[in-house]
């Protein structure tokens, strides 16, 4: 039995897919999960898997390699395997979603050629810079300053918590061109791998997350050429904005499929699990908590999907998609502590898949905008 109504958003096509994924993840990224956490890193091998089954570039066009699908569906479809395998390491959903929209539309058609194959086949892992130590949410804030050389920008600045900072191959730089322009003074640099003068720093230690390299970036007159401006001189704000929707989409389906998992793995657990002679399932405590978040899962649940649809038909408001993303992550935060509680001890160990999911998620609420920053576009939209 399961509380949550029946899902009506996705085809025989949407279930052929799903069942392509989970077979990816059985036989490409379960197998090696554990390896990877240790190694703080996922393995090249996995994102050329990955780029061989179809699950890269899903929205770039056919020409270039990609699966010629824009259909957002798809994208939550992959957002919701990963999360039930716990593969956060394996940043699909950033390549693909956040940075994958930038070079598709904003790209030249000689950056598309010289790009898009590699990100589709998986030999080119993309990342974006945004987050300074000094800026995060207020780009007003970044330091990172490009100065215009006459054939190339010379690029100087620092990054932090950058995904896929490590592997990555093209970071999309969010950089200062116009100093006193403000967050209209900023623009997108393509800086590519062996640029002289970018250098990665550490390899960052989270609390969760352990396979997903998240690292330090450093730019000292790093000679980026013209061509590798994407979009508009100075228009990166407006860039920004236009993408952030389906970022926080991405963090939102992610956030009630893990919501979503913690329930039904704890639900089998209290189940199985005795305690004063009988199993946990029967004490009236235990069942109200299993129906509180039960209840909070399927209305969410419900929310999300009417987003998924929305925005698959490019209808969706920017301030829903703040909405899912804040309850959502939220949500899965608060079921993750629940759920860690009822396995008691037991949900205290590594090797428990709920000690994993409360680590892992608890970015959730921060990265893609703070829950604070959610409720701040939400209060404007409707406040002025």
């Not at 069942?19 to 996995?46: C, M, N, Q």
């Not at 899962?297 to 998924?308: K, N, Y």
């Not at 994993?356 to 939400?378: P, S, V």
Request: aromatic share 8%; charged share 25%; glycine share 10%.
């Amino acid at each position: 039995m399961t509380a949550q109504l029946r899902r009506q958003i996705f085809t025989e096509d949407h279930d052929a897919f799903r069942r392509t994924v989970r077979t990816f993840l059985d036989r490409e990224v379960t197998p090696h999960y554990d390896r990877w956490e240790k190694d703080g890193i996922v393995s090249r091998d996995a994102w050329r898997a990955a780029g061989k089954q179809g699950l890269l570039g899903l929205a770039v066009p056919e020409e270039y390699g990609g699966g010629g699908n824009p259909d957002f569906r798809y994208a939550a479809v992959l957002a919701e395997e990963f999360t039930r395998a716990g593969a956060a390491g394996l940043a699909v959903g950033l390549h693909n979603d956040i940075v994958g929209p930038y070079l598709t539309q904003l790209a030249t058609e000689e950056q598309k050629r010289r790009w898009l194959p590699g990100f589709c086949s998986g030999e080119t892992i993309t990342a974006i810079a945004m987050t300074e130590p000094g800026a995060g949410s207020d780009l007003q804030a970044i330091r990172t300053t490009a100065e215009d050389r006459g054939d190339h920008w010379l690029l100087n600045g620092a990054k932090t918590f950058i995904s896929n900072g490590i592997l990555a191959d093209l970071v999309i730089v969010v950089a200062k061109t116009t100093p006193e322009g403000g967050a209209h003074g900023l623009s997108l640099l393509v800086v590519e791998r062996d640029m002289p003068g970018f250098e990665r720093g550490r390899n960052l230690d989270k609390i969760g997350q352990k396979a997903q390299d998240t690292a330090e970036l450093f730019f000292t007159d790093v000679r980026v050429p013209k061509e590798n401006l994407l979009g508009e001189l100075n228009g990166a704000f407006v860039h920004l904005m236009t993408n952030l929707a389906q970022e926080r989409m991405g963090i939102a389906v992610a956030g009630i499929a893990a919501a979503e998992h913690l329930l039904e793995i704890t639900t089998r657990y209290v189940k199985e699990r005795e305690a004063f002679g009988r199993p946990l399932a029967k004490l009236q405590h235990i069942r109200f908590e299993i129906a509180e978040m039960a209840t909070e899962c399927a209305v969410t649940r419900e929310f999300l999907d009417r987003c998924i649809v929305d925005h698959s038909a490019g209808q969706l408001a920017a301030v829903h998609a703040s909405m899912a993303k804040w309850w959502a992550t939220e949500l899965q935060k608060r079921v993750a502590d629940r759920c860690l509680q009822l396995h008691g001890g037991y949900g205290y160990m590594s090797e428990y898949p709920v000690a994993r999911a409360f680590t892992d998620g608890r970015i959730q609420t921060i990265y893609g905008g703070t829950t604070e920053i959610m409720k701040e576009i939400i209060g404007r939209s409707l406040l002025g």
